[in-house]
């Protein structure tokens, strides 16, 4: 009898135990590293393209995964309204902080709409909407909807041709859809928040790269992380 309520009150501990609480036990001291590969590729003759990205998250320098995650979507530029549109899907593989090799993996299935605008001259912005389902391992289905505002500004020439040099910026909100997760767990409606700041050289028209920094902060964590990506067209 004794076991048995220890067995159930140790059950409801556990899963009523807040998603929150694990996360207190990362070390937000500790930057860590992204390393990113961002592709797009327009098919001839054609208003639709293709574009994708690999990135390999982690809590450290590198060594200790925070995420595996592989995107690709077909996109679409529509004749009479400006930006591009994308419908895609995505893989993450997600570890946990520390020593542990646990990981937990999430299919996500994703509609975009990415709509440029220019302030003056020499900043070139762009507005993304992002709406994601989300099937999480050992969790409910959900939504998440996000927007991001990016921004680019040359600093040794006007535009962003070959050869420039210049300062990219942007910030993106994270809500939860829904709250609710199962087996009596909860996120919050607030997910997280991104801003990222970082120098970026243009290698030509179809290649950049960039090196930056990116804050991450949601209701538990407040985290840094270095970035480097690259950009291809082609």
């Given at each position: 009898?004794?076991?048995?309520?220890?067995?159930?009150?140790?059950?409801?501990?556990?899963?009523?135990?807040?998603?929150?609480?694990?996360?207190?036990?990362?070390?937000?001291?500790?930057?860590?590293?992204?390393?990113?590969?961002?592709?797009?590729?327009?098919?001839?003759?054609?208003?639709?393209?293709?574009?994708g990205d690999?990135?390999?998250?982690?809590?450290?320098?590198?060594?200790?995964?925070?995420?595996?995650?592989?995107?690709?979507?077909?996109?679409?530029?529509p004749e009479?309204?400006?930006?591009?549109?994308?419908?895609?899907?995505a893989n993450?593989?997600?570890?946990?902080?520390?020593?542990?090799?646990?990981?937990?993996?999430?299919?996500?299935?994703?509609?975009?709409?990415?709509?440029?605008?220019?302030?003056?001259?020499?900043?070139?912005?762009?507005?993304?909407?992002?709406?994601?389902?989300?099937?999480?391992?050992?969790?409910?289905?959900?939504?998440?909807?996000?927007?991001?505002?990016?921004?680019?500004?040359?600093?040794?020439?006007?535009?962003?041709?070959?050869?420039?040099?210049?300062?990219?910026?942007?910030?993106?909100?994270?809500?939860?859809?829904?709250?609710?997760?199962?087996?009596?767990?909860?996120?919050?409606?607030?997910?997280?928040?991104?801003?990222?700041?970082?120098?970026?050289?243009?290698?030509?028209?179809?290649?950049?790269?960039?090196?930056?920094?990116?804050?991450?902060?949601?209701?538990?964590?407040?985290?840094?992380?270095?970035?480097?990506?690259?950009?291809?067209?082609?």
């Open positions: 009898m004794l076991c048995r309520l220890t067995f159930t009150l140790f059950l409801v501990v556990s899963l009523s135990f807040p998603i929150s609480a694990l996360a207190s036990q990362i070390d937000e001291d500790q930057a860590g590293a992204w390393y990113m590969y961002f592709f797009n590729k327009d098919f001839s003759h054609s208003r639709f393209g293709f574009q690999i990135q390999y998250r982690n809590w450290d320098m590198g060594g200790d995964l925070e995420q595996l995650l592989v995107r690709g979507g077909l996109t679409y530029r009479k309204l400006p930006g591009k549109y994308t419908l895609g899907v993450i593989t997600s570890g946990q902080f520390g020593r542990s090799d646990r990981t937990t993996s999430e299919t996500r299935i994703y509609q975009e709409a990415l709509i440029p605008q220019q302030l003056g001259s020499r900043v070139f912005l762009r507005h993304r909407i992002r709406f994601e389902q989300r099937w999480v391992e050992n969790q409910d289905f959900r939504t998440r909807l996000r927007y991001g505002l990016f921004a680019d500004v040359p600093l040794n020439q006007p535009t962003l041709t070959e050869g420039a040099w210049y300062l990219a910026f942007y910030n993106e909100l994270f809500v939860n859809g829904e709250r609710d997760i199962g087996g009596g767990r909860q996120v919050d409606f607030y997910d997280r928040n991104r801003f990222y700041t970082a120098l970026g050289y243009k290698l030509s028209d179809r290649g950049q790269i960039q090196v930056g920094y990116m804050q991450q902060h949601t209701e538990a964590v407040n985290k840094g992380q270095f970035q480097i990506s690259f950009h291809q067209a082609f």
